[in-house]
């Protein structure tokens, strides 16, 4: 039969869904957490899981295509059905996925807090239909199966294929109830239902084999004859064709059109159709293409066969082509990059990837560009230049700095200059030397991307990456670069928080931090950014900056808020530098034990990963640490070698200031003066300057030429005081002289209150309080003592209560003085009556 111009238009037909009241009353009857619908294309699994889902309550829908084995892609599906509930996911998982580097690497931890979410609103089922869509995808199967183990919400799951999580085993123990294909198949009763007074009804049904999809095709198209002895296949061909064939030669088109888009409403229909756009979906319901009222879609069988018809068509690669140029367009980017592989477009792999690839990467869908990469990147020469730069963006969120590195030298004598993802590769080039600690080509790189940058967005992250290689690489231009990102603070709070990032950074290692810490404006900006990285590089730099500035107590406060984002957010990778900040601060604090517990941690992560700078800062602290403890040996030998792995400057300046510092204090001044010279000749910064004066005070002081308020007059000039706080508690005698100048003992006794030192306050007869609360500073006896002093006891009666001689009472009660630097009962228990009040 051959369609023309001028075929008459078919004739509507009453739309019919077939009802399977079998099938819903095994479902019905079904007690098992997870009923598996595993049937071919066509048996009804779809109409039947809707039908079924209008009677349950509290539903979660997923129609699963090849877009969601993209771990962001289906997680931003699942989010967006959870709020549509009325619960509260999509904002958080968002962000969780744009804090990942690539979130296919974190499938489970993705579903660990999708669970949450889940379990919050009390969803009751959820259904996945085309389960076979993700077939072969391991970081799905593995959110699925998490799914399963975290909640006690039942799941529905329609499938062409078995999942790779129903067992045996797990069918086997009713964990997973099975409807199969011999379920599906429609009886003879059932299909004679449908058929109707058909005269050729019984060598229908037997060629059916009880297939729903020929039963339904067969029960649309008027001929009354159909092939002898065709196997069910190939009847639904020749039923389908048939169909097909009552359509108009315009309507024909329109339904291979369908076929191309990636969905039947909304915007992508309107755009290609235009006011024909509900007209063509009502034609092709009627003749049974389209199935669905609330949603329109086409069936998977009848779609396969409109895209076999398309390559009947003399136009077909032309329309092809337009399709692809359609979905992109309507922002259907997995639609369009599937079809320029499925059709061999490879012309059209640069255009594709051009347009799909920065909406994809900034929402965290790298699983997607990776997979269309690594199937275009099969063939043996090296592929489109941008898929190197596709490969270069998973490479550098994989960590495999040098590989992305190589990757874009590789790609750029292929770019243009204009080419929309010049910018892009050059800060993919960038970010991996700055992280490798190559700043010149970071630098490099980075004015490479501004200068090719085509949007906003890329041409912020190519400044803010430049003033981060200026700052970190102690290279010329950094205020310049600073003060860009100063000028453009107040377009958005991310803006914001990123330029005090970078101006704290700038300070720490350039000028010093003498002037106050302004951090009022980003505090308040903090809770309007919604990348979790932007917010934990402030929050870590300013914990810090502070701690650097023995403002530990603020320090702690801005650490607090680095650890609720990195744990609620997944940032393992940062984990390390916040556990080091802390161990500073709890030195900082006296807190010994806590700074031990946490450099165990540093030192075990280190250890694990091979991270050569994690264990060098670790050693920096261990060995102040023993110093301050009185053991300058053992830590000299932490500091003996410093290791070649890339580290800041800063970093490494730090390594040799702080061997320096070891070497005065065990009196090998010449040692110490070579460390110090190596230090400078590596970092400008002002901790570097700091160890220098110290070692000149400590080598002064060891001459009888005090220099040591000088060296606390430098801290204060500088705003660089934690290197100072090591230094005086190694060096008693050093600190004690000087106290004894005026010009430095009210700078000494404002530091002694911050750090907690009393000891040092009391030998150079500077009053102090602690501030930390008695409970904390205590034992438990000396609070035992405190208690009965705070009701009025004497000295005799708390040994007789607490059975203890009177002498021994008298020493608790001179250490509890001590500890909580007061000079009487009265002030004791005026501390106690604080404390008791704030608890």
Known sequence: MTATTAKPKHTSRERRIIERPRLIKMLDECDARVILLLAPAGYGKTTLARQWAKTLNSVIWLSLTPAHRDVARFAEDVSAEVDRLGGEAAQFIGQYLRASNNPQRVAREVAVNLAQRLKAINVQWIVMDNYQELAGCPEIEEMVSALQELLQTRFLVASRLRPAWATTRRVMYSEVAELGRDDFAMTPEESRQILGGRRNLTQLVYQAKGWPAVIGLAARVPSQEVPKGSLPASLYQYLAD????????TLQGDLITLALLADLSGPL???????????????????GFVTNDEIPELHPLLKEFLLTKLLDEPDAERRVREAVVANLN??????????????????????????????????????????????????????????????????????Q?????????????????????????????????LMLANFEDAELAFENARTHSTDEHDDIEALYGLALSKVFGERPGA????????????????DLVRFATAELSRRRYGEGLKEPVRLEEPALALRHVQDPRARTALTYTAASVLAQRADYAEAKNWLSLFFDDADAYGLEFTRPYGVWTSAQISIGLRKFADAERSLQIVEDIAARTHDTHHQSNSNVLRARLLLQNGKPQEALNLMRTIPDGPL????????????????????????????????????????????SAAVCAINGFRSKQSMAAELVLLADEIGIWDPLVTVLRASPD???????????????????????????????GIRTRATRRPDQLLTPREMDVLELLAQGYRNREVANALYISESTTKVHIRHLFEKLGVRTRAEAIARHGIFKASS
């Not at 048939?242 to 030669?249: G, H, I, P, V, Y």
């Not at 309507?330 to 592989?341: C, R």
């Not at 300046?653 to 204090?665: D, I, Q, S």
């Not at 106290?739 to 306050?761: C, G, I, K, M, V």
Request: charged share 30%.
């Open 330 to 399: 309507g922002e259907s980017w997995e639609v369009a990059l599937e079809l320029v592989l499925r059709f061999e477009l490879l012309d059209m792999v640069e255009s594709t990837v051009e347009k799909s690839f920065k909406p994809l990467v900034r929402s965290g869908r790298l699983g997607t560009l990776s997979t269309f990469a690594k199937r275009v990147s099969s063939a043996p020469t090296f592929p489109p230049a941008v898929v190197d730069v596709v490969e270069a963006e998973v490479a550098q969120r994989d960590g």
């Open 734 to 764: 050093l600190a004690f002289a000087a106290s004894e100048d005026e010009r430095a003992r009210p700078l000494l006794e404002d530091l002694y209150r911050r750090t907690n030192d009393l000891a040092l306050a009391r030998r150079a």
């Open 479 to 494: 205020s310049e670069a600073v003060q860009a990102l100063f000028d453009r603070r107040h377009r958005s709070p991310t």
């Open 648 to 691: 800041l400057p800063s970093w490494r300046g730090e390594l040799f200031g702080t061997r320096a510092l070891v070497l005065a204090l065990l009196g090998q001044i010449e040692a110490a003066v070579d460390a110090c010279a190596e230090a400078e000749a590596i970092s400008g910064s002002p901790e570097v300057h700091f160890f």
């Open 269 to 287: 229909m309107e755009a290609h159709f235009g006011s024909r756009a509900n007209d063509v979906i009502e034609e092709a319901r009627d003749l």
């Open 401 to 433: 700095l040098q590989l992305a590195f190589e990757l874009i030298a590789r790609v750029r004598p292929r770019l243009m200059l204009d080419h929309p993802l010049r910018s892009r590769a050059e800060a993919i080039a960038g970010q991996s030397a």
């Open 242 to 249: 048939e169909l097909f064939q009552l359509a108009s030669r």
